[in-house]
């Protein structure tokens, strides 16, 4: 138990250790940094005053100490765009992504769940086909394309839901469909799988002996074994969905920290957009870690 | 029991594969004659024919059998040349990520110890990084380019490499005709080529081809975000960015590409999913 | 109608669809269980027990099998003939089971409290807070330490016999008439084993419990039941009271099977293993199913079944070498 969570702890540094260092090198080998950091209209004073803070003439690793120390207090730098902390920027979008993210989860798990279970549980019957056919499906959308059809359909033929911009809870449903589309099919897969190997088990077959009906075995009993992998993958799905979200808030126009790393690419604004990344992989961490704590309230064999 | 419902199993799904298999051999076809086949030069502009409906709608033509773009470039050539640059890029990643994934997972699967757990700890971290993400930096710093799509896509495909390979050499390791290679004298690389790898290979595949889908999502994905093949390159993804401002009046520009993504990845996952359940059952939980 | 046995099985047969085609693996057998009486069915694994069990309850797995005739009447009513809901309705509340490994039997996210309320509620109405004290008088009828302690705990938190009378105690909370124990002692320890079987045997006498005990252990028959059932290659080839299965054994299977048993009273070198295979399910049945290993068989056993032929009272046998006189 101690050492998983250790080996835990150390996969998540090591993790932001990585994208640190990645994003780091690559803004300091790729051409000049202090084009990259500081706005084209800068002075030679503000230049000169940013290569002596970040000692360009010193070793590599001295800068990157520079650099991961302001970044753990906050510091990225200012916007080349708008000139504000990139901090700021970041933390100002930051809820409107994870809401989206979010939903678009309960999205995926309403979603997938009812489709993976009928699969199993009615195995080689139509339900089956069709669950495994939406997992092949699903795999094989873009996101950003099927947010387009979406947006096509709702949005300009039937003009039912807004095709961009937040607001009300309408502007919620597109996005937080394709988000939840882009992960559907892997917890379908996962949970027709799981429910397969849980629904051939003993206690499967004591409960049906007990004279409980189909759907208890099925929905009580089996769900609760059978959704133990799918927790364990509930954070690496919260990843997957948050880098989907980049794509789906730049189709659906969404302000989130996805869109603004997005824009932060067409402008060329690098600390802002090095800070999102960080914060972006920090929140995929962190989420990891918390899911790994609340393991237990799903297995009591886990809880210490 | 599941051969006797696999028996039962209506027509279209023993047909599919072989649907899919085609549509794989096309795409493949495709991308290597594309300069053959394609009616028009991808990225000649005719700004009188620009935003042309498709044939089956009104006012489309033969000449441009999918409509032509916001610059009047064709766009049934654009997608015949896209597949050159999706395939494309899919196999310098799969060559990249295959090579060094096997390689790290040979070594992990054979060594074992601690060798074996900095080469899964490191697979995990980058199965865990947001390839996006490090996309869009990689495009502000270096530039965006083919290259930089086949290193990310490489970066995430060798930790799945490796992961496989190694559970296939551990279990592969213990049986007798290796322990009987060792006792003969054979060193570690000679076994690990001539004894284990060739066990590995139907994995391989199995698993290469249900990566190609993967990696041509994401690739029209970091294309759509700007982070990926540059313009004005005919990119799927980017003909879809580039169709996004005209969807209300000329939604074909965006739409047709995307469907061309759909029929392949879709295509190569059905390939994939039947190759892994007639080469590698063991394979189903990846 | 009182004396009427309360199950009785009248040649059941269920077949196994395979990859390879369909076997028979149930052939036609007939028995009977009387109230609060303890039969034991026994023969060795294949032999069809533990697919007859399940088979009783309708729980055979589908399609992999399938019960194609017979009857099953408990208690007057043909099982078979009943409709998914009426069926349930007698499982866990007049027919319950207890399963072989105990290890697998218990959810292992439900805690004990859960699985035996759910019986409580579902045939006894009794929801809620009315549960516990019911729970503990169960746990306590199956002489479990510190009831309350084991109410809460989850089963990965019990020992291998404390959760076989944890399913035990399920198996009782909906009140059975019937108690289908299968291979229940297989997965245990040999004192915990004894235990448990000393258990059972007093709920049958006290409690009025009529119990089929599915095993391949001799020892266990000769310790809880009043009759045995000898079954082989899906047919049920000698049935009798137990005295008579250990003193007069009348088919040649149960003959070779008890000097296979180990004994205080012979010496281990003379234990005899019976020789040769048990049949495949998807061979073709022709002739006796022991035949090929048995030392007395004829031609006409290997050609053509035997019919069950009465000894004695209560005692039957499927044997050509053994036709009453």
Known sequence: ?304 | MSAATGALAPASRRHLPWVALIIVAASVLIAVTAGLIAPHDPEAIDPINAELPPVFLDGGAWTYPLGTDRLGRDVLSRILFGARLSLGVAAVALLIGGLVGTALGVIAGYRGGWVDALIMRLADTFLAFPSVLIALVLAVTVGPSFWVVALVLGLVLWARFARLVRGEVLAWKVRDFIALARVAGARGPYIAIHHLLPNVVNSLVVLCTLQVGWAIVVEASLTFLGAGIPPPAPTWGGMVAEGLDFIETAWWISVMPGVAILLVVFAFNVVGDWLRDRLDPQLRAV | MTDAPLLEVRDLTVDVIGERGVGRAVDGISFAVNRSEAVGLIGESGSGKSLTCLSLMRLNQAPGTAITGGVIEFDGQDLLRLDADAMRAYRGRRIAMVLQDPMAALNPVLSVRDQIGEVLALHRGVRGAAQEPIALDLLQLLRVPDPPRVLRSYPHQLSGGMRQRVVSAIALAGGPDLLIADEPTTALDVTVQAAYLRLLRHLQQEKGLAILFVTHDLGAIARICDRVAVMYGGRIVEVTDVATIFRAPQHPYTQALLRSLPDVDRRPERLEPIPGQPPSVLAPRVGCPFAPRCGEATDLCRTEAPPETLLAAEHTVRCWARQAT
């Not at chain 1, 940094?33 to 000692?55: H, M, S």
């Not at chain 1, 039937?158 to 589309?181: D, E, F, T």
């Not at chain 1, 690098?270 to 972006?280: D, E, K, M, T």
Request: aromatic share 10%; charged share 15%; glycine share 8%.
């Open chain 1, 1 to 304: 138990m101690v050492s998983a969570i250790a080996s835990r702890l150390l996969q998540a540094f090591l993790t932001l250790l990585l994208t640190s260092v990645v994003v780091f090198v690559l803004a300091r080998t790729s051409g000049n940094p202090v084009d990259l950091v500081l706005p084209a209209e800068a002075t030679p004073a503000e230049r000169q005053a940013f290569i002596e803070r970040n000692g360009f003439d010193r070793p590599l690793p001295v800068q990157y100490a520079v650099f991961i120390t302001g970044a753990l207090q906050g510091d990225f730098g200012i916007s080349i765009r708008t000139r504000q902390p990139a901090v700021d920027l970041v933390m100002q979008r930051l809820p409107r992504t994870l809401a989206l993210a979010t939903v678009g989860l309960l999205v995926a798990l309403a979603i997938s769940v009812p489709v993976g279970v009928m699969a199993a549980a009615y195995r080689g019957s139509g339900w089956d086909r069709f669950g495994q056919s939406f997992a092949l499906l699903g795999q094989s959308v873009p996101a950003f394309w099927l947010g387009i059809i979406l947006i096509l359909v709702f949005s300009i033929h039937l003009k039912w839901l807004p095709s961009s911009g937040v607001g009300g809870w309408r502007n919620y449903v597109l996005p937080a469909i394709v988000l939840g589309w882009s992960i559907s099919a892997g917890i379908v897969r996962l949970l027709r799988s799981s429910m397969l190997d849980v629904l051939g088990t003993e206690f499967v077959k004591l409960a049906r002996a007990k004279g409980l009906s189909e759907r208890r075995v099925v929905w009580k009993h089996a769900l609760r074994n059978a959704l133990i992998p799918v927790v364990t993958f509930i954070g690496f799905m919260y990843g997957v969905i948050i880098a989907s979200a980049v794509v789906v808030e730049v189709v659906f126009g969404w302000p989130g920290l996805g869109y603004l790393a997005y824009e932060s690419t067409l402008w060329r604004d690098f600390p802002v957009l090095q800070c999102a990344v960080l914060v972006y992989t920090a929140i995929i961490v962190g989420i990891n870690l918390l899911v790994d704590a609340c393991y237990g309230l799903i297995d009591p064999r886990v809880r210490v």
